[in-house]
């Protein structure tokens, strides 16, 4: 790789690779694996049918999330030496729910120069055809494996208005609906598998239909887009809370366990915050919180 004579360091260059279609790399990628000194690869038995098919023989070594540490040492070493390196990850883009944000770390810490060399993403791939709108949205990576981490975690996201994109496993693809449904409610939903590919799916539908289907077919990658909560659904303030509490209260014949527990049903707000409001505003007014 070129460099400026007064650049004593090599780059360490981001690479994107494509996430199925070999043909979904950029010529600017093709040039850059092409003219680096050395290629580290996430698995480079994978990454090795890319290179074959676009004739880039440019030699590589691996680093992956078990040598990642260690291996960064070394290619920090020969950066420093004046080498230039690309990072490829197995498919898409590195660090992006894939190895290589370590080595990038540990470059910005040397002061070594990171260029990105975009392309392929599962993410951008399956918001572009979801039909969703997607001028902001959340990306939450992966789920937590274990039920109760990702159910905790989805109820955090229960009111977030903008759009929801994850990423699946599927041996917990139809856990994953069920705890969508449960925590989510029936949302409308895009599944997108195998983007790319020969067997690509691109699946709109409500959630309830995703269950209801006869088979899901419990291979492949899986992107989720979900529909953001509605404004309706949205977490209140606690003006907000004292103002429906107000109205209910204005009924004498309610009492402030079924005013809790009536607001707690229409907001989802957790009935311990509700039921402090409520003793507030019941001991502002001078009436007994019974």
Sequence with gaps: ????????????????????????ITLRAIRVL??????ASE??????????????????VSLHEHNEKERSRMIIARLQEGQSIAYISDAGTPCISDPGCRLVE??????????PVPGASAVIAALSVSGFPAESFLFCGFLPP????????LASVRH??????????????????KDIHDLLGDRRIVLARELTKVFEEVRPGKISQMLNLEQIKEKGEYTLIIEGASANDRIPSDDEIREMLSRL???????????????????????KKIYEIAVELRRLAGEKTT
Excluded: W
């Design 43 to 60: 698995d480079t038995r994978r990454s090795g049918i890319l290179l074959k098919a676009h004739d880039i023989r440019t030699r590589q």
């Design 106 to 115: 540990e470059a910005h810490r040397h002061q070594i120069r990171v260029v």
């Design 146 to 153: 274990k039920e109760s981490r990702r159910r905790n975690f």
């Design 249 to 271: 209260f204005s009924d004498r014949s309610v009492s402030l366990r079924d005013a809790v527990r009536e607001i707690s049903c229409q907001t989802r707000v957790a009935r």
């Design 1 to 24: 790789m070129v460099k400026s004579a007064d650049e004593k360091q090599g780059i360490l260059y981001v690479v994107a690779t494509p996430i199925g279609n070999l043909e979904d």
């Design 34 to 39: 092409r003219q680096v000194d050395l290629i």
């Design 160 to 177: 977030e208005e903008k759009t929801i994109v994850l990423f699946e496993s599927p041996k917990r693809i139809v856990a994953t609906f």
